[in-house]
């Protein structure tokens, strides 16, 4: 089938799309955007997630017809061209990053946070990052990410 | 594979009638999985998610009407002081990605013994509306589970709403799992205090074929707060009492062993869960009869 959604802010129609695959293999296989991640394919890991209309959600849960006429957002969305969204940049200087695996979900569900609550405590912070599975850092420099994003985007608003 | 998609109720109803092979498809939380893993190939999907009809909720008198395609996010976000058990139960679904696109329509859809908004509708007296080109019908929760992921629902039906009473006094909902997020229930149970009827209600998830009532338990309690005129004088409940409705809970679940946990656990568990539950609604309604969690 043909599939026509936005995706990063730009309208892309894909062919020969088949029924049951999904939205991530579109973006990974046929979009060119592999960003998001495959690990797990059944909602548990979060590498996957992306913004539909909006909310973040596993990418691998969404069969590709329910994104027809959709706005999707990936984490090749968040950049402004050669400059970092704030919460990548903090990934970066925080050393939040080991294999990088889990890092484009990460800083999916880390941007939906903060847009939603631009101040969270760690508690907030660790449930709005529950769906997002890390098997190299420990989490400890994922919060450091977070809180130092929070921080930076708290500055640049001031 | 087709990939059918209907804009309005009526049509997703005709094509539900004529395309028995097709699998319907609201959050896909459960769908996607089964086809991720090629668990089955169905001959189409029929995507509910272009139905208004299935969005949002309304208050009617003292029900409220979800919509079965209401993502848990928004029951979260908008309903926990109307339903607090199905609100805390909506929370405790999968991750924040599940529940922005996991619903109640779904959840019953499959039917699942460890569901976790069955307990809740089972206590809150729930209805679910079901359509067809048929019809339309309500049935009552308690008719709903028929066995493992069995429901009654009929093969050319879908599920349109479910109807909730909003809460009349202190609900709770509680789950024993590995962690917070991302956990299929062990054991679940949901309990309530309805001052209007001055009954206790109680129902149990992941421990028997199907969530089910626990009446026998049900009964006792009512009784002991009945004759100690608590919903008027407030006579404490002896912990003897609450002990005993524990293990009445206890004896209602059917449970097995599975990877999850072991029967014998699982009935311990919920003797705990209930004991705790009770508690704190009987607190809760003392305090001063707050109606919500
Ligand atoms: C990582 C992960 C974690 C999870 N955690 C939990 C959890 O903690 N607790 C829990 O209870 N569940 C959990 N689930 C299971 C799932 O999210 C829930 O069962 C959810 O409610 C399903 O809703 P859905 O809209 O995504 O259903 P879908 O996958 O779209 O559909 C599920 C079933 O219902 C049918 N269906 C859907 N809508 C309708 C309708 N309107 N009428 C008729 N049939 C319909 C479908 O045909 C299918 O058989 C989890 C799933 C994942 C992947
Ligand atoms: S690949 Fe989607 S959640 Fe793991
Ligand atoms: S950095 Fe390797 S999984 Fe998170």
């Known amino acids: ?158 | 594979m087709d990939f059918l998609q209907p804009r309005e109720l009526a049509e997703a109803l005709a094509i539900r009638a004529q395309r028995p092979d097709a699998v319907a498809i609201r959050g896909g939380t459960d769908v996607m999985v089964e086809l991720n893993f090629d668990r089955g190939r169905p001959g189409a999907l029929l995507d509910l998610g272009g139905l208004d009809e299935l969005d949002g909720w309304d208050a009617d008198g003292d029900t409220i009407r979800i919509g079965a395609g209401l993502p848990y996010r928004r029951i979260v976000d908008e309903l926990a002081a109307q339903l607090p058990a199905l609100a805390m139960a909506s929370r405790t679904v999968g991750s924040p990605q599940i529940r922005n696109r996991g619903t109640v329509g779904g959840n019953l859809g499959s039917a699942s013994p460890a569901g976790d908004a069955h307990p809740p509708l089972l206590v809150s007296g729930a209805e679910i509306e079901v359509a067809s080109v048929r019809g339309t019908r309500r049935i009552p929760a308690t008719e709903f589970y028929q066995g493992v992921k069995r429901s009654a629902l009929a093969a050319d039906e879908l599920i349109v709403a479910v109807h909730v009473p909003v809460a009349a006094g202190p609900q709770q909902f509680a789950k024993v799992g590995t962690r917070n997020a991302m956990v299929i229930a062990v054991c679940s149970l949901a309990f309530a205090l309805d001052p209007t009827t001055e009954r206790v209600r109680v129902a149990l998830g992941s421990a028997a074929p199907t969530p089910r009532r626990c009446t026998e338990a049900e009964e006792f309690l009512s009784g002991e707060l009945a004759d100690r005129r608590w919903w008027t004088v407030g006579m404490p409940v002896p912990d003897a009492v609450v002990r005993r409705f524990g293990e009445l809970v206890a004896a209602a679940a059917a449970p097995i062993d599975d990877v999850r946990g072991t029967a014998d656990y699982r009935r311990r568990a919920l003797s705990v869960l209930a004991r705790r539950t009770a508690a704190w609604c009987l607190h809760e309604y003392r305090q001063g009869g707050r109606t919500c969690a």
């Open chain 1, 1 to 158: 089938m043909r599939l026509t959604m936005t995706v990063n802010g730009a309208e892309q129609v894909l062919d020969d799309v088949w029924e049951g695959e999904s939205l991530l293999y579109v973006l990974r296989e046929r979009a060119g955007l592999p960003g998001s991640k495959n690990a797990c394919e059944q909602g548990e890991c979060g590498s996957c997630t992306v913004y539909l209309d909006g909310a973040p959600v596993c990418a691998c849960l969404v069969a590709a017809g329910q994104a027809a006429g959709r706005d999707v957002r990936t984490v090749e969305g968040l950049a402004d061209g050669d400059e970092l969204d704030v919460v990548q940049q903090a990934f970066l200087s925080a050393g939040a990053v080991q294999c990088g695996f889990c890092t484009p979900g990460l800083i999916v569900a880390a941007h939906d946070l903060l847009e939603r609550d631009p101040a969270p405590d760690d508690a907030t912070v660790r449930e709005a990052l529950s769906g997002n599975l890390c098997r190299c850092t420990g989490y400890e420099k994922i919060l450091d990410a977070v809180r130092l994003a929070a921080a930076r985007r708290a500055e640049v608003r001031s």
